[in-house]
C-alpha cells in the first residue's frame, strides 16, 4: 500500500493548457510539500502545507497553484503551461514540521509541456 | 542560509569495490542532514539521516555516513558495491526558517556500478 501516492505518473500536455497533479498520503501526517525536480536532477521545494494551512511558499510563480482539501491530500494545479515547466514534481510528507522529520516521497509526476 | 555541495556528480565503481559519496555542508547551527537515494524513474527514498545523536549513522542496504564536525561533512560509503545500488544519490540538510522544515538538496551524484 503506497504511503505517499500521486497521479498522474506521466503527463505530457501542450503550453498554454492548465493541468492538476494530485496527492495523496496514507501516513497519517500532519505537513505535505511539493517540490520540484528539473531536468538537471536539482531538486527544491516549492510548497509544504501543515494541517491544511500554507506555510511554505517559495518563490514560485503564481500560475502554481497547491489547494489541500484535508491533511491527507495536496494537490497542485497549473495554469497556462510553459515550456520550463517540465520537470518532475514530488509529492512528500512528514509527521509533522520538526527539523529531524523523516520527509517521504511519492514517486513523482513527470510534466512534459510540448 | 544553509547548503550542501556533493562532489563529483558521476562516481563509477566495481562491483564489490568501496563505495565514497563526498557531501560538505554549510551551517550556522548544528545542522540535521539526511542522503536520499532515487533510483530510475522513482521517488526519493530515505538511505539514512543525521540528527545530532551519534555521529557514525547506519542506514539501509548497508549503507552509512559519518558526521564530521570539524571536516563539515557527511560522506556515505558502502564497504561492497553491488549492481543494484546504481542510482542517483542526495545529500540534503533540513532547514527550519521560523519552525518549517524544508529540505535542502545537493546537485546529487549519479553512481555507476560495473562488473
Known amino acids: 500500500d503506497t504511503a505517499v501516492s500521486q497521479t498522474p505518473k506521466y503527463l505530457v500536455t501542450q503550453m498554454g493548457n492548465d493541468k492538476s497533479i494530485k496527492c495523496e498520503q496514507n501516513l497519517g501526517h500532519d505537513t505535505m510539500y511539493w517540490y520540484k525536480q528539473d531536468s538537471k536532477k536539482f531538486l527544491k521545494i516549492m510548497f509544504s502545507?501543515?494541517?491544511?494551512?500554507?506555510?511554505i511558499n517559495e518563490t514560485v510563480p503564481n500560475r502554481f497553484s497547491p489547494k489541500s482539501p484535508d491533511k491527507a491530500h495536496l494537490n497542485l494545479h497549473i495554469n497556462s503551461l510553459e515550456l520550463g515547466d517540465s520537470a518532475v514534481y514530488f509529492c512528500?510528507?512528514?509527521?509533522?514540521?520538526?527539523?529531524?522529520?523523516?520527509?517521504?516521497f511519492g514517486e513523482g509526476s513527470w510534466l512534459t509541456v510540448v | 542560509a544553509q547548503s550542501v555541495t556533493q562532489l563529483g556528480s558521476h562516481v563509477s565503481v566495481s562491483e564489490g569495490a568501496l563505495v565514497l559519496l563526498r557531501c560538505n555542508y554549510s551551517s550556522s547551527v548544528p545542522p540535521y542532514l539526511f542522503w536520499y537515494v532515487q533510483y530510475p524513474n522513482q521517488g526519493l527514498q530515505l538511505l539514512l539521516k543525521y540528527t545530532s545523536a551519534a555521529t557514525l549513522v547506519k542506514g539501509i542496504n548497508g549503507f552509512e555516513a559519518e558526521f564530521k564536525k570539524s571536516e563539515t561533512s557527511f560522506h556515505l560509503t558502502k564497504p561492497s558495491a553491488h549492481m543494484s545500488d546504481a542510482a542517483e544519490y542526495f545529500c540534503a540538510v533540513s532547514e527550519n526558517p521560523g519552525g518549517y522544515n524544508k529540505l535542502i538538496f545537493g546537485a546529487g551524484t549519479r553512481l555507476a556500478v560495473h562488473p
Open positions: 512528500a510528507s512528514s509527521q509533522d514540521r520538526g527539523q529531524a522529520d523523516t520527509i517521504y
Open positions: 502545507y501543515n494541517n491544511k494551512e500554507l506555510i
